[in-house]
């Protein structure tokens, strides 16, 4: 299994510029989710999915739009880039319907706006 | 209030030391708590699960205290290869089946 993969590993946008952020797991978890990391902030959730054809807005969703049209695929779309989305993200997954399962995370990828 | 709190630190500890880091937590519905570990520029691992009774794995031990609302991660004998973030993560503690990342502690392990 390859696990959760992401692609870019890293990206350099303008402001303005739009870009998707690949995401794929291959372990048919239901549970897909999205995640920023920046300094002092810890991880925080931007957009997830308890399935196909369903997704939901986490804690800092504004700028970011998603869409889940098989198990496997969870893109992120920038809409129009903004110097503050400057972060590394993270793709994650697992199970659902257990309080207990294990989340598995993607490499991440390393964007920067400039 | 942060819905789950970490002291940064960092823990700057020798070879061999035992070390612990604590987390608390603000939703008292919270359903379930972990350990993960993160590397410099790397994905975070889980690392373990913490369950009621309190558990070990090797030289790693998690308690939960339900009443006070924390959680803990000991660690005993560390090796330099412990040296990471220990990121507290609880499932609920913003509602629904969603994880809740605490900001991280990080651990450096020296000769």
């Known amino acids: 299994n390859a696990g959760v993969t992401q692609t870019p590993k890293f990206q350099v946008l303008k402001t303005g510029q739009s870009m998707t952020l690949q995401c794929a797991q291959d372990?048919?978890?239901?549970?897909m989710s999205w995640y920023r990391q920046d300094p002092g902030m810890g991880l925080r959730l931007i957009h997830y999915s308890v399935g196909a054809g369903i997704t939901d807005q986490g804690e800092v969703p504004n700028g970011y739009n998603v869409s889940r049209s098989t198990t496997e695929d969870f893109p992120l779309r920038l809409l129009s880039a903004a110097p503050s989305q400057t972060s590394v993200y993270f793709c994650a997954s697992r199970f659902s319907g257990g309080s207990y399962n294990e989340q598995f995370f993607g490499p991440g990828t390393r964007l920067t706006v400039l | 209030r942060k819905e789950v709190e970490q002291d940064p630190g960092p823990f700057n500890v020798p070879e061999g030391a035992t070390v612990a880091f604590n987390c608390t937590y603000s939703?008292?519905?919270?359903?379930?708590f972990f350990w993960y570990r993160q590397d410099c520029r790397k994905e975070p691992k889980l690392l373990m699960s913490v369950y009621s009774s309190g558990n070990e794995d090797g030289r790693f031990t998690a308690q939960l205290n339900r009443a006070s609302q924390y959680i803990s991660l000991l660690i005993r004998d560390s090796k330099l290869s412990d040296s990471a973030t220990y990121l507290c993560v609880v499932n609920g503690a913003g509602g629904g089946n969603k994880l809740t990342f605490g900001t991280g502690t990080q651990l450096k392990v020296e000769l």
């Open positions: 939703n008292s519905a919270s359903q379930s």
């Open positions: 372990m048919n978890h239901e549970y």
